[in-house]
């Protein structure tokens, strides 16, 4: 993980207030400790779930809603604070300082608000962007614990000398300790740097001389002691004190990222002091190296010219010859990678592992799919080019790639990709919506005629009428206290029964036989009475808790036919505001996409002009070195053709006119 990622993982740590961030121990003994936070609204905890799967793009668009929707209503300073670090991880830098300019208040803690201070400022140098990172750092209150107020001095030291601000950056060089080695040696070069750019040697030596053997065995130690050795032993040679720069030199590895600009200084050393003959020596190892390397195309003129030096012009014609061939062939080279890169093949290059991957043509915002989620190390500035594609111009354009103008352009030119691919799928997600929504149409038009024949067939009514009939009657039944009203089925056709025998009993004469069975019948008549008299009350009660139920279930059907009444008339309109909306969303996504393929053309052909600027400069050296060549041969040529009329050997020492200039530092 590269610094600028650590840290800005650091700042999306230290501004997001998170839930149970650091225990109360730890706050009472660590003023740099986040306040315990406890999650009281769920959407903040629904978007902490994005959030802390690396996934801050959802995370983002979730807390958007969220807040437009006011629904983290305990949550919404800690919401906006994360909402600036989560800007910052998706490289918009001014919205991210603008939240931070207003939530970084005296009410946060003055040790994560100075943190996060350091880790924008680290962000906005990561850019390039050396004043707002100034500003930042002088925005930090107090002092800092040991680690951190160490990175923050060495920061602004760095934004200093990138401003040219050399006097500054080494008086606050002088006085910086660091805890680290690395942070100590990173320190200590740029020092010496910033005091070698000012002129002075003799402050800058020490320094650069105790960087270049110090103890290292961590490869980018190793590296840095090199660029120190390479450093000091360059202001040597410029300084004319050739032997002192040999010893500087001779300490850079021979398979380092810096061992061609040492293997040329070194060769100068020795030209300094007339002995070419070991000039050759490192000038013709580095003839064997990479064409491609700008230090050995270089050597290509310093090899023939020291062959000059020493009375050897055939061996010099040789390697001019050598030199010529391999300068147009290295400029046919450049013209290739030149065509293919405005042809748009290098970006295709580029990203081809990882934007154009298997994997990542997935990506984009389904809420189902967790997995096509990309996460922060896809976008924003925590992305960084890892590989470059093994093609002749990547050669060249190794430099450029390094350079904080082409990663971020490169990043910015990334998440337009991302956002393409996101918003197409946004886009085929509207025209689901929109089958959703023609589904839904084509269901209502099916059972709108049913619908219309219950609405129209009067049933609710008559219910309602049956219900009003039924509760009279069992009021009538109640008052008059009609025991036979409710009756059982049997006790009813017996109660018919004796109704009937009593009314036949009746037209009968009064003789002792009838009147007997007019006695046995009025017996009969009254058990019955008595039994239904006795259950009266039970099942008039129970007739009154049924026709209540039936109130119930009436009202319900009552509530239920005004809502389908309802939903009958505002069907339609709710399926057309919803289309209508998904119509404007699309034209809306569609409007971003041409915003966004204008954007990604601008930007492609900003990356492509870097490029091509970087591969034209080399052009243009190529072209200045081959004519250099081509004089210094016609100059050989020229004084052979004299020696050869006079019948004299040419003049001793006897050099091209023009001579390779002095080495870069």
């Known amino acids: 993980m590269t610094l600028a990622r650590a840290a800005c993982l650091w700042v999306l740590a230290a501004v997001a207030l998170l839930a149970a961030a650091a225990p109360a121990a730890a706050r009472l003994h660590d003023p740099e400790a986040l306040p315990e936070v406890r999650i009281q609204d769920l959407p903040y905890g629904d978007m902490l779930f994005y959030y802390y799967q690396g996934k801050d793009f959802e995370a983002a668009t979730r807390l958007l809603a969220y807040q437009h929707w006011q629904q983290m209503p305990h949550h919404e300073a800690d919401a906006r604070l994360l909402l600036g670090g989560l800007y910052l991880s998706l490289g918009m830098y001014d919205r991210a300082n603008q939240a931070f300019q207003e939530l970084l208040t005296r009410d946060v803690p003055t040790g994560v608000r100075n943190r996060a201070w350091l880790y924008l400022a680290q962000a906005l140098y ?3 962007q ?8 002088v925005r930090i209150s107090e002092r800092m614990s040991p680690h951190l107020e160490s990175q923050k001095e060495l920061l602004l030291a760095n934004v200093w000398m990138r401003e040219g ?20 040696a990173y320190a200590r070069l740029n020092l010496g740097i910033a005091l070698v750019r000012q002129g002075r040697l003799a402050e800058a030596a020490p320094i650069l001389h105790s960087v270049g053997t110090m103890y290292a065995l961590a490869p980018e130690m190793l590296a840095v002691k090199d660029r120190a050795n390479l450093t000091l032993g360059v202001a040597y040679l410029q300084a ?10 001779d300490r850079v590895r021979l398979d380092g990222p810096f061992s061609d600009e040492a293997l040329l200084a070194d060769g100068w050393a020795d030209a300094a002091d007339g002995n070419y003959r070991a000039a050759l020596t490192p000038w013709l190892a580095l003839h064997g190296r990479s064409p491609l390397d ?11 010219y020291a062959f000059v030096q020493l009375r050897a012009p055939g061996q010099a014609v040789q390697y001019y010859k050598t030199a010529l061939s391999s300068y147009d062939a290295a400029s046919a080279q450049i013209d290739g990678a030149i065509a293919r890169i405005r042809g748009g093949s290098l970006l295709a290059q580029l990203l081809a592992r990882d934007a154009d991957g298997p994997t990542a043509s997935s990506a984009g915002n389904d809420p189902l799919d967790d997995d096509a989620l990309p996460d922060r190390l896809d976008y924003g500035w925590f992305w960084q080019l890892a590989r470059v594609p093994d093609d002749p111009e990547s050669h060249y354009l190794y430099t450029v790639f390094a350079e904080p103008d082409f990663q971020e352009a490169l990043r910015n030119y990334r998440d337009l990709k991302l956002m393409q691919r996101m918003l197409g799928q946004w886009s085929t997600s509207m025209d689901a919506f929109q089958q959703m929504i023609a589904a839904r149409q084509q269901a209502f038009a099916e059972r709108l005629p049913k619908v219309d024949a219950l609405l129209t067939s009067g049933a609710l009514g008559a219910l309602q009428q049956r219900h009003a009939a039924l509760a ?18 049997q006790e009813r056709a017996q109660w018919e029964r004796v109704l009937g025998a009593q009314a036949k009993l009746a037209r009968d004469p009064d003789t002792p036989a009838y009147a007997k069975l007019r006695e046995r019948l009025r017996l009969v008549r009254g058990v019955l009475l008595y039994q239904m008299d006795q259950e009266f009350a039970a099942r008039l009660r129970h007739e009154q808790v049924q026709l209540r139920a039936v109130d119930v279930a009436l009202a319900q059907a009552q509530a239920r036919w005004a809502g389908l009444e309802s939903s009958r008339q505002g069907a339609r309109a709710a399926t057309g505001d919803f289309a209508q909306r998904v119509s404007a969303l699309q034209q809306r996504i569609g409007d971003l996409q041409v915003r966004l393929a204008a954007a990604e053309t601008a930007q492609s052909g900003a990356l492509a002009a870097l490029a091509v ?26 004084q052979a053709a004299h020696a050869g009329d006079s019948g004299a050997a040419a003049p001793d020492g006897a050099s091209p006119a023009a001579v390779p200039g002095t080495p870069r530092s």
Do not use: C
């Open 126 to 128: 990561a850019r390039g």
């Open 130 to 137: 050396y004043a707002e990172a100034e500003r930042d750092l």
């Open 165 to 184: 601000r050399f006097d500054q950056a080494s008086q606050l060089l002088e006085r910086w300790r660091g805890a680290q080695q690395g942070w100590t």
């Open 240 to 249: 004319k004190q050739s032997a002192l720069a040999r010893e500087a030199l």
């Open 294 to 304: 700008a230090a050995v195309q270089e050597a290509d003129l310093t090899v023939p």
């Open 472 to 489: 009279s009657r069992l009021a009538q039944v109640a008052g008059a206290r009609d025991v036979a009203a409710l009756a059982t089925g």
């Open 613 to 638: 600027r970087s591969l034209e400069q080399r052009k243009k050296r190529l072209l200045s070195y081959r004519v250099q060549a081509q004089f210094a041969l016609a100059t050989i040529y020229d």
